[in-house]
């Protein structure tokens, strides 16, 4: 294994640690509050995990700006994850499966 491959599975594991416990905290802030406000607001955040919470979040602007910026920048996070992987996973597994065939 070479150094690249390290810092890339490192970022990417804190990226999702990062931005899952973001979106995790967020989600479970605004569920709640989402509830004491109709079933309408609670059924929409229940149904669309990061949408319902966002749109009610939203709603509820001066309350929750904290909350709202919490969870765009964990779903933020989370796709700059699945970008990474998208664009620099098949080269990195092409050169693990080299440095295979090479030693075997």
Request: hydrophobic share 65%; proline share 5%.
């Amino acid at each position: 294994m070479d150094i690249w491959f390290t810092l890339f599975v490192m970022l990417a594991a804190l990226l999702v640690a990062v931005g899952g416990a973001l979106l995790l905290v967020s989600y479970l802030q605004l569920l709640p509050a989402s509830f004491e406000h109709g079933w309408r607001s609670f059924a929409l955040a229940l149904v669309l995990p990061v949408l319902g919470p966002w749109l009610f979040a939203r709603s509820q602007k001066p309350k929750y700006s904290r909350v709202e910026i919490q969870l765009i920048a964990g779903f933020v996070m989370v796709l700059v994850v699945v970008v990474m992987l998208l664009l620099f996973g098949p080269y990195f597994v092409e050169r693990l499966i080299a440095t295979i065939k090479i030693s075997a």
